[in-house]
């Protein structure tokens, strides 16, 4: 069974920064990529970050890029997303997701049940 657990999610002051982590376990790690996504109240789920398997490759939508950073470390079976320099348009409830390369949400077929960031202008 494929288990994805977001944590860090937060209140955070408009400019500052949280560090979320999504913990996978069930299918090996490596072989697949992770990505995060984010649904703000009444929005569609949108991409917000991917990674490779091997974590050589990464991508970003147009409005975190140069903001938010994502990583992931094998041995720990953990995928981080820091984010800096947060807006009150950052706020939604971010999703990690596992799966193969993409910025859809088709392309990833497991997904974590969602942790909450809010930022306060």
């Known amino acids: 069974q494929v288990q994805l657990v977001e944590s860090g999610g937060g209140l955070v002051q408009a400019g500052g920064s949280l560090r979320l982590s999504c913990a996978a376990s069930?299918?090996?790690?490596?072989?697949?990529?992770m990505g995060w996504f984010r649904q703000a109240p009444g929005k569609e789920r949108e991409f917000v970050a991917v990674i490779s398997g091997s974590g050589l490759s990464t991508d970003y939508a147009d409005s975190v890029k140069d903001r938010f950073t994502i990583s992931r470390d094998s041995a720990k079976k953990t995928v981080y997303l820091q984010m800096n320099s947060l807006k009150p348009e950052d706020t939604a409830i971010y999703y990690c997701a596992s799966g193969t390369w993409g910025t859809r949400a088709i392309d990833y077929d497991y997904w974590g049940r969602g942790t909450q960031v809010t930022v306060s202008s």
């Open positions: 069930g299918r090996t790690f490596s072989w697949y990529a």
